[in-house]
């Protein structure tokens, strides 16, 4: 009787551990917007209080046009929280709510530009580019190693030059490995991720995952589901091919007419408010993704530092802060 007891208790904790591991390895993720500003506790409750357990922290170079091969960062005349310094300082305060970390350093090019459309014009400028983003993610790969986050994201829509220059990403790679042990992916636009060729490298399949869902004004959620069918049989022979998790490095809607139409757009031109919209667009990927073992989670966009002033329901662009889309990310966030 006593051996049937002692194997029960072992069966119970082996159980309540596998049952808490398969909670945390969900991402249930922010996409948290540098300021001006550095954080405190305050900022970081509302992150809490939507049952985030990771934070994307997003430092910041910029290059002066598509064919400029020079990315100034770290300086004194960016924001806060664009520089080293201000994502650590964020990444102190967010691990006070025992939030993980993704740091994830992008490229802002003058005047919006995309940034998957960068692509030099001789090889000198090649090869100025290739050095100066190998310093700027370096960077901020050590920065990673320096506070243990959990994973690091070596770029952002990049699509020409990774297509460009494919044999600097292979060394890339293995330079950033060198500076940062901890779990690697890479952002791929929703139709740049097929193209990318290094997934063998990396630990996760990164996708800012904004896919055309439904042309409909005001879409059902049968709408987007239906309209999700195909991107996902794509998406999860992706993960079989590769044997490896995809990320969504960044998901989310505007609260817009036709927000599922392509979601991709954050100009002004799109400014009629549809909340219904983003809430039915927002709970059908849940709906089809948050239940898959090969789907790892993640980073819902964007999340900006002073809860109380942004989103509400006069907001048409993408955060979830203040609008019933909120709730919805709550919910998911908890199972």
């Known amino acids: 009787m006593k051996l049937f007891k002692f194997l029960g208790c072992i069966y119970f904790f082996v159980a309540s551990a596998c049952v808490g591991q398969q909670k945390q ?9 540098a300021s001006r500003d550095a954080i405190n506790q305050l900022h970081v409750a509302p992150v809490v209080n939507i049952n985030a357990n990771y934070a994307a922290i997003m430092p910041f170079g910029f290059i002066r046009e598509l064919e400029h091969p020079e990315i100034i960062f770290n300086t004194e005349r960016q ?9 650590k300082q964020y990444v102190e305060e967010l691990r006070k709510g025992n939030i993980k970390i993704m740091v994830k350093p992008q490229i802002w090019v003058s005047r919006g530009e995309f940034t998957g459309f960068i692509k030099m014009n001789s090889e000198d400028n090649w090869k100025a580019l290739e050095d100066s983003y190998s310093k700027f993610i370096l960077e901020y790969a050590s920065l990673s ?3 243990n986050a959990e994973i690091f994201c070596i770029g952002t829509e990049l699509e020409n030059f990774i297509a460009s220059r494919p044999q600097f990403w292979e060394t ?14 890479y952002a791929a636009n929703w139709n740049e991720y097929t193209k990318t060729p290094f997934w063998e490298q990396l630990d996760y399949i990164g996708i800012d995952a904004y896919f055309p869902v439904s042309e409909l004004k005001t879409p059902t959620i049968e709408d987007c589901k239906a309209g999700w069918e195909s991107h996902k049989s794509e998406i999860k022979t992706y993960s079989k091919t590769f044997n490896k998790p995809i990320l969504f490095t960044e ?31 927002t709970q059908a990927l849940f709906e089809m993704f948050w239940h898959e073992d090969w789907f790892a989670g993640g980073f819902i966009w964007k999340w900006f530092h002073d809860h109380e002033r942004v989103g509400g329901k006069d907001n048409s662009q993408f955060t979830p802060q203040n609008k019933p889309v909120e709730a919805i990310v709550k919910t998911y966030y908890s199972k």
């Open 145 to 147: 190693q320096e506070i």
């Open 251 to 281: 998901f989310g809607y505007r609260s817009v007419d036709f927000s599922g139409k392509a979601p991709w757009r954050s100009d002004r031109e799109m400014g009629d408010v549809n909340m219904e919209a983003q809430l039915n667009t």
């Open 25 to 33: 390895d969900k991402i249930d993720g922010i996409s948290f917007v």
């Open 79 to 87: 924001w806060f929280g664009e520089t080293r310094k201000g994502a």
């Open 172 to 185: 890339l790679i293995i330079e950033v490995k060198k500076v940062y042990k901890g779990k690697l992916t």
